[in-house]
């Protein structure tokens, strides 16, 4: 199985990837991601120059507990990103796509999102360009990443539509061109999905063509300490844990999450988890585990169709 000796193959993309879903005795899915992710790597590189991130030499591909489930994960770097990297999952009637592109702590611009699961019966997406900043009780960060974005996120809004209550703290994270769908399977959706993905991926490509390199310091600080506390949120209550523990076992799981997925944790700061989230300590001082406080909410979408946030509670800064 190839997937097994990957490191160090040079795959069709150039870096260290493999010959991909055809192998013998391979099942047959009725859909993938990994073109998604050759489309990714493929599209950068006409806008910048990727190489392989020292993190591919410990995360790169192996095969689950069960025997069965592949994951693969790949990682970059750039001159204006810090860590582009990609977690998929094949197994058992089950697909998993977690793809994020973070810049470098000079650079104010959105961290690019793409997390994608699916199961036989259903499909949780969130797709975005997750904004460094409050995007909703600020409107300088929104006036000058998202207002020329608002068409495109309107078109999706329409074709993938809003997926109901969610963890209500997550909505910090999301911009106003977020598409947070669930949907049953159908060739349709995968297809508009594939769509989506590649315009808002062009879309994160021309922001970050345009950006300038930060030069005040205090302004750097600050992307970094966003970035920081962003990480820390999805570090630890990411709802894929369960599953890669399950695929890995814990100590693996951990360490995918805190220095492959969630990479800058340890190296962005040294505040806490409960310094950014004091509302997550229990009693006895430690975290709550559950993922929300405040509980599921957001029935509807929750922007107008100016991007203007309708329910101010949220503020982040
Ligand atoms: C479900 N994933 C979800 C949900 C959201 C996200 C919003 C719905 C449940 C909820 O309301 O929390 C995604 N949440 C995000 C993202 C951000 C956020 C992207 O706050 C960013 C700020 N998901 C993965 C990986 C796996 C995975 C790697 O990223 C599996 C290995 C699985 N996501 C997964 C599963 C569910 C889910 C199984 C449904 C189960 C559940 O709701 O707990």
């Not at 004091?278 to 993922?291: A, T």
């Amino acid at each position: 199985n190839c997937c097994m000796i990957r490191t160090g193959n040079r795959g069709r993309n150039g870096w260290f990837c493999c010959m991909r879903g055809t192998g013998p005795g391979k099942k047959s899915s009725a859909f993938s991601y990994k073109k998604f992710i050759d489309f990714a790597l493929e599209e950068i590189k006409g806008h910048t120059s990727l190489v392989p991130s020292p993190l591919q030499e410990k995360f790169n591909s192996l095969k689950g507990n069960d025997g069965r489930s592949e994951l693969e994960m790949l990682s970059f770097e750039a001159p204006k990103v810090r860590l582009l990297r990609c977690l998929s999952i094949e197994g058992d009637g089950m697909q998993v796509l977690d793809l994020a592109v973070f810049p470098r702590p000079e650079f104010d611009l959105p961290i690019f999102c793409a997390n994608f699961f699916t199961a036989a019966n259903t499909n949780i997406v969130v797709l975005d360009l997750n904004p460094l900043h409050c995007v909703i009780t600020g409107n300088d960060y929104k006036e000058k990443y998202y207002r020329d974005l608002i068409p495109l996120g309107l078109k999706y809004a329409e074709l993938l539509p809003w997926g109901g209550k969610l963890t209500s703290e997550s909505l910090r994270f999301f911009s106003p061109i977020v598409i947070w769908t669930k949907f049953s399977p159908s060739q349709n959706k995968y297809s508009t999905l594939f769509a989506a993905f590649k315009d808002y991926y062009k879309a994160w490509l021309k922001l970050i063509d345009q950006a300038a390199e930060e030069t005040d310091a205090s302004q750097i600080v600050r992307n970094r300490e966003a970035q920081h506390k962003y990480l820390m949120w999805r570090a630890e209550k990411d709802p894929g844990r369960q599953l890669l523990r399950k695929l890995v076992g814990e100590a693996f799981a951990e360490e995918i999450v805190r220095s492959f997925l969630f990479n800058g944790v340890h190296e962005l700061g040294n505040k806490t988890f409960l310094d950014y989230y004091p509302e997550y300590k229990s009693e006895d001082g430690s975290i709550n585990q559950k993922r929300s406080i405040i509980g599921k909410s957001f029935e509807d979408r929750p922007w107008d169709s100016e991007g203007n946030f309708l329910i101010t509670v949220l503020g982040r800064e």
